[in-house]
């Protein structure tokens, strides 16, 4: 299973690197990437360096989706656990806590990478001992695959584009026509919506089960859950703008 997952993030998005950039060139390119094609295709050492490669590469593009993932800017558009927080402490089941002093952080201060660590600490300490999360651990683990496996793809996509232009450009002595982009950017455009439809999916199913799980102890233990959170969780400044307004 695990050689499996490996195989679906960097192998396949590798290889699809590839056969984008190839199939754009067979359009915008056909005769001279034809040509190209029947000097270094014929060798089967170039197919098995092209596989090989791909590895390589696909493990390239996940250090850079992953890099990316993590860019303030591009945060908006990926998991975002913060409103299921709001909403745990709003109605009373959570607690955050300072870990230094434990005294109450302010809810408006948590940051979209202290919520996913406030989630992933919470998962993982009761994966065994809640019934509720054993039961989706397998499914949650092979949406994340898939989910990162098409990010993966998706910014594999994206470069591809300029890739492209470069060699067409090499081959041909002249950039592509506008219309030979469109092939390129509707492709890209349907990895994006797909990536975006399963982040949506993995976040909402992620939700409900930790939801129910943190209730379920606030009704057992009639207590809120404590949640003690270093200071890269929550934002030091925005408590302190939200006490000077």
């Not at 009761?126 to 989910?147: F, Y």
């Amino acid at each position: 299973m695990e050689e499996a997952r490996r195989f679906f993030r960097y192998i396949i998005p590798g290889l699809l690197f590839f056969i984008e950039i190839s199939l754009y060139l067979f359009f915008s390119a056909n005769n001279q990437f034809i040509q190209f094609l029947r000097e270094w295709g014929k060798d089967i050492s170039f197919s098995v360096t092209l596989f090989l490669t791909s590895g390589g590469m696909g493990f390239l593009l996940g250090v850079v989706y992953h890099t990316l993932y993590w860019t303030k800017g591009i945060r908006r558009l990926v998991v975002n656990h913060v409103p299921l927080i709001k909403d745990c402490v709003k109605r009373g089941w959570l607690e955050l806590a300072r870990r230094r002093d434990g005294s109450n952080i302010n809810i408006s201060t948590l940051t979209q990478s202290g919520a996913w660590r406030i989630v992933i600490a919470f998962w993982h300490e009761r994966r065994e001992c809640s019934k509720r999360i054993k039961a989706a651990n397998a499914r949650t683990d092979s949406l994340t695959d898939i989910m990162h496996g098409l990010g993966v793809t998706l910014v594999g996509s994206l470069l591809s584009i300029p890739i492209w232009v470069c060699i067409h450009a090499k081959l041909v002595c002249t950039y592509p026509s506008w219309y030979y982009y469109l092939p390129p950017v509707l492709i890209s455009s349907l990895h994006f919506v797909n990536y975006r439809r399963v982040i949506k999916d993995f976040q909402s199913i992620v939700d409900i089960i930790i939801s129910n799980e943190i209730k379920n102890e606030y009704d057992k233990n009639n207590a809120p859950v404590i949640m003690h959170l270093s200071s890269i969780d929550y934002s030091d400044r925005a408590q302190k703008k939200n006490l000077n307004a």
